[in-house]
T-cell receptor, first 112, second 119 residues
Framework: QKEVEQDPGPLSVPEGAIVSLNCTYS??????FMWYRQYSRKGPELLMY????GNKEDGRFTAQVDKSSKYISLFIRDSQPSDSATYLC????????????FGTGTKLQVIP | GAGVSQSPSNKVTEKGKDVELRCDPI?????LYWYRQSLGQGLEFLIY????????KSGLPSDRFSAERTGGSVSTLTIQRTQQEDSAVYLC?????????????????FGPGTRLTVL
């Protein structure tokens, strides 16, 4: 079993929809949680970063962490065709520079 | 340049040959990572450098894989006696400036990757 599980999709939604992307994990020691966005044939780029449990909002994006359930989510409001990409969750045991464990990524397509 | 660069962008090689993949991190970044991304497999951690030393090389799949970093900057990932299962996109990321302690401390900036195909 992988440490981080993520539905690979693809997920297709109409423009303007609310998108929910999720990951579950098995290691309760993870403390820092991130979402990366990867466009086709590009490297991933950091979207959101949260520490421990709670919510964090940045524009149309909201990240949620529920450590008791070992479950993290990324919500995208008013989705746009430019949001079409693969979204990867990632997590680390602590802050600073160290091994980062990624999910497999969910491919999202927003239909105009 | 402003971002992480990797070379070559594409590499096609024959089974059994050695390959070298290069990563130029963002200037001043102390941490450097190598990942492998196969179709449907997400990012597989290979090795991480802090300066020139590698505190965690637990992800290297076999002793055919090695990496080094010199001058706290450029890194080379070497795969010896390549196998078809080595075909993947190899991504490099860098992060961190000295003294950074919190916030987005774990942010990594990724290069575009090297697409390796072993025939």
């Amino acid at each position: 079993q992988k440490e981080v599980e993520q539905d690979p999709g693809p997920l297709s939604v109409p423009e303007g929809a609310i998108v929910s992307l999720n990951c579950t994990y098995s290691n309760s020691a993870f403390q820092y949680f991130m979402w990366y966005r990867q466009y086709s044939r590009k490297g991933p780029e950091l979207l959101m970063y949260t520490y421990s449990s709670g919510n964090k909002e940045d524009g149309r994006f909201t990240a949620q962490v529920d450590k008791s359930s070992k479950y993290i989510s990324l919500f995208i409001r008013d989705s746009q065709p430019s949001d079409s990409a693969t979204y990867l969750c990632a997590m680390t045991l602590s802050g600073g520079y160290q091994k980062v464990t990624f999910g497999t990524g969910t491919k999202l397509q927003v239909i105009p | 340049g402003a971002g992480v660069s990797q070379s070559p962008s594409n590499k096609v090689t024959e089974k059994g040959k050695d390959v070298e993949l290069r990563c130029d991190p963002i200037s001043g970044h102390t941490a450097l990572y190598w990942y492998r991304q196969s179709l449907g497999q997400g990012l597989e951690f290979l090795i991480y450098f802090q300066g020139n030393s590698a505190p965690d090389k637990s992800g290297l799949p076999s002793d055919r894989f090695s990496a080094e970093r010199t001058g706290g900057s450029v890194s080379t990932l070497t795969i010896q006696r390549t196998q078809q299962e080595d075909s993947a996109v190899y991504l490099c990321a860098s992060g961190g400036k000295p003294g950074r302690t919190s916030g987005r401390a774990t942010e990594q900036f990724f290069g575009p990757g090297t697409r390796l195909t072993v025939l």
